[in-house]
């Protein structure tokens, strides 16, 4: 099985991926009333042509181990992950891959509980993995039932699959 190592989230690792913001620690103008403070638009998601955007949440547990089984890709929408409870691998291979060269292709990185990651329309990914402790709940935010209309996914086969390592600073 091919291994690959977590990538620092840098905004210039991540940018053809889509972006991210730290939900839990917002910068920048805020505004509001005394005793409150409004910080608007931190991320942006691209829904395409729906005009709703719906918000589930993953849970995901830690006896699942790292090992990528599927690789997922919407073609019309971004979405939205961030975990409400720890943190998070993720991976990604760019848009305009197709499966099979996209499994070469996949980098992975570790996302801070509150962060939350934008991913363009597609841009190949799928489930996130648990850092510590036994689960993870990931809040997931894309068009009304985009897993119905637009989603495409490959299960790796065997020697496909990819184990995720933690570089040694996380």
Same mark, same amino acid.
């Given at each position: 099985m091919r291994?690959? =190592? @977590?990538k620092p989230l840098t905004l210039e690792n991540f940018k053809?991926?889509? +972006?991210f913001s730290d939900m839990g620690s917002p910068a920048g103008t805020g505004g509001?009333? &005394?005793g409150m403070t409004f910080y608007p638009d931190m991320e942006?998601? =691209?829904l395409g042509q729906a005009h709703?955007?719906?918000? +589930?949440?993953t849970c995901v547990k830690k006896a699942l181990g790292r090992t990528v089984l599927a690789l997922e890709q919407h073609a019309h929408c !971004? =979405? !939205?992950?961030?975990s409400l409870d720890g943190d998070m691998i993720v991976y990604f291979a760019p848009a305009g891959l197709t499966y099979p060269a996209v499994v070469d292709k996949v980098e992975a990185f570790v996302v801070p509980k509150n962060?939350?990651? @934008?991913?363009? &329309?597609?841009?190949?990914?799928c489930m996130p993995f648990v850092i510590s402790g036994e689960e993870i709940h990931v809040l997931n935010v894309l068009p009304e039932r985009t897993y119905a209309n637009d989603c495409k996914m490959h299960v790796l086969k065997e020697e496909e699959r990819? =184990?995720?390592l933690l570089r040694e600073e996380e």
């Amino acid at each position: 099985m091919r291994q690959i =190592e @977590t990538k620092p989230l840098t905004l210039e690792n991540f940018k053809k991926y889509g +972006s991210f913001s730290d939900m839990g620690s917002p910068a920048g103008t805020g505004g509001g009333v &005394p005793g409150m403070t409004f910080y608007p638009d931190m991320e942006v998601l =691209e829904l395409g042509q729906a005009h709703m955007a719906a918000f +589930s949440v993953t849970c995901v547990k830690k006896a699942l181990g790292r090992t990528v089984l599927a690789l997922e890709q919407h073609a019309h929408c !971004g =979405e !939205g992950m961030m975990s409400l409870d720890g943190d998070m691998i993720v991976y990604f291979a760019p848009a305009g891959l197709t499966y099979p060269a996209v499994v070469d292709k996949v980098e992975a990185f570790v996302v801070p509980k509150n962060v939350m990651v @934008t991913i363009r &329309p597609g841009v190949w990914h799928c489930m996130p993995f648990v850092i510590s402790g036994e689960e993870i709940h990931v809040l997931n935010v894309l068009p009304e039932r985009t897993y119905a209309n637009d989603c495409k996914m490959h299960v790796l086969k065997e020697e496909e699959r990819i =184990e995720i390592l933690l570089r040694e600073e996380e």
